[in-house]
């Protein structure tokens, strides 16, 4: 599996990964905020298999798609704290492609690709 060699951060709105396989990943922080593989804010499953969703209020918190830092965690996994204070998102290197793979599939433009 490729292995990021470097996390920037570009604008304050975007981060940039650079993987040892050459290509790049760029995902808009709010993106990579609403991924986030946390059981808050992605939902714990029960037995059955379903998905509950935590309860939200509808608010937007300031800094929520802020990052203030990323942290290694070992040599799989980033872990992000953002400026609400949320920082139990972990994002391990299989998440991050499976996020990036999912982005493509979203945006199916190839005109979007960016120029950097
Ligand atoms: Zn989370």
């Known amino acids: 599996m490729p292995q990021p060699t470097g996390f920037k951060l570009i604008d304050g709105q975007d981060l940039r990964i ?4 050459g290509h ?23 037995i059955f298999g379903e998905v509950k969703m935590p309860m939200q209020l509808p608010v937007m918190k300031p800094g929520k798609y802020e990052i203030k830092q990323l942290t290694p965690v070992g040599n ?6 953002w400026a609400d204070g949320h920082d139990s998102g972990i994002y391990s290197w299989e998440y991050l492609l499976e996020m990036e793979k999912r982005a493509d599939a979203a945006s199916s433009s190839p005109a979007d ?3 950097t």
């Open 76 to 81: 799989y996994a980033v872990a992000a704290v």
């Open 24 to 46: 790049i990943t760029r995902f808009a922080l709010q993106y990579f905020r609403d991924e986030c593989p946390c059981a808050g804010c992605q939902g714990e499953s029960d």
């Open 113 to 115: 690709a960016p120029t």
């Open 18 to 21: 650079s993987w040892n396989d």
